[in-house]
């Protein structure tokens, strides 16, 4: 691999998160070695505020509108996720996926310090193995509009998830992708980077990638497939 690229800052104005929850956790924060003490392996500043800001763009207020979130982790990023909900007057919840028991225990103590855990379910396990069977539960064909896809990162994982929700999304659905870099070298695995190369062949639709954002590895991408014009 690669030596780690951080593109995660730290001298920003707390005041600037969505949820006064992740600025506690982020206040006196100075480095990836404290933050992941505080908010676990997150995105976070400004990963936190573009994933809000474009969910507060895009989401239908008119409608119930459902988030899919693979790779909970210690709940940070979910905890915007459902900010946006709330903040964009959206009646709807955040499914979000993990795979450690561990996790989603620190993960819930986190969403309720931040007033949003009636606004989210957990489901614990492999995304691969339980996303087909929940997504067939509680989501119609062709509606889903917002996804983000961050548990494993290994190149047929992304893809196997992403195959997952596919039938699922609507037309102008929002997919977004953490850790982007092309972080392997050699014969090792080409993890996100090359799950999102093979995108335009087998999926077509836009890819839209942002190199200095999140942690290692650095950069988030968003894919749709059709934008409503």
Same mark, same amino acid.
């Given at each position: 691999?690669?030596?780690?690229?951080?593109?995660?800052?730290?001298?920003?104005?707390?005041?600037?998160?969505?949820?006064?929850?992740? *600025?506690?956790?982020?206040? &006196?924060?100075?480095?990836?070695?404290?933050?992941?003490?505080?908010? &676990? #392996?997150?995105?976070?500043?400004?990963?936190?505020?573009?994933?809000?800001?474009?969910?507060?763009?895009?989401?239908?207020?008119?409608?119930?509108?459902?988030?899919?979130?693979?790779?909970?982790?210690?709940?940070?990023?979910?905890?915007?996720?459902?900010?946006?909900?709330?903040?964009?007057? $959206?009646?709807?919840?955040?499914?979000? =996926?993990?795979?450690?028991?561990?996790?989603?225990?620190?993960?819930?103590?986190?969403? #309720?310090?931040?007033?949003?855990?009636?606004?989210?379910?957990?489901?614990?396990?492999?995304?691969?193995?339980?996303?087909?069977?929940?997504?067939?539960?509680?989501? #119609?064909?062709?509606?889903?509009?917002?996804?983000?896809l961050d548990a494993s990162h290994l190149e047929m994982?992304?893809?196997?998830?992403?195959? $997952?929700?596919?039938?699922?999304?609507?037309?102008?659905?929002?997919?977004? =992708?953490?850790?982007?870099? $092309?972080? *392997?070298?050699?014969?090792?695995?080409?993890?996100?980077?090359?799950?999102?190369?093979? =995108?335009?062949?087998?999926?077509?639709?836009?890819?839209?990638?942002?190199?200095?954002?999140?942690?290692?590895?650095?950069?988030? #991408?968003?894919?749709?497939?059709?934008?409503?014009?």
């Amino acid at each position: 691999m690669k030596p780690p690229i951080f593109h995660r800052m730290f001298d920003y104005d707390r005041r600037l998160l969505p949820n006064r929850h992740l *600025a506690t956790l982020e206040e &006196g924060v100075g480095s990836i070695g404290e933050a992941r003490k505080k908010t &676990g #392996a997150s995105i976070g500043y400004p990963g936190w505020g573009l994933i809000y800001h474009m969910l507060l763009s895009h989401l239908d207020r008119s409608r119930e509108e459902t988030i899919v979130e693979t790779g909970t982790n210690w709940g940070s990023t979910t905890i915007v996720l459902a900010q946006a909900l709330i903040d964009a007057g $959206c009646r709807g919840r955040v499914i979000t =996926f993990e795979l450690e028991q561990d996790n989603v225990d620190i993960a819930k103590q986190n969403l #309720a310090a931040a007033g949003v855990g009636d606004r989210v379910e957990i489901v614990v396990g492999d995304s691969r193995q339980n996303l087909p069977a929940t997504l067939k539960e509680s989501i #119609a064909p062709s509606s889903l509009r917002f996804a983000l896809l961050d548990a494993s990162h290994l190149e047929m994982d992304v893809l196997a998830e992403f195959e $997952c929700v596919l039938p699922y999304l609507a037309s102008d659905a929002l997919v977004v =992708f953490d850790n982007t870099y $092309c972080l *392997a070298e050699g014969s090792e695995d080409r993890r996100v980077n090359g799950a999102l190369k093979q =995108f335009p062949d087998r999926y077509g639709g836009n890819l839209i990638n942002l190199e200095f954002v999140s942690w290692y590895t650095p950069g988030l #991408a968003i894919w749709q497939r059709h934008p409503k014009l």
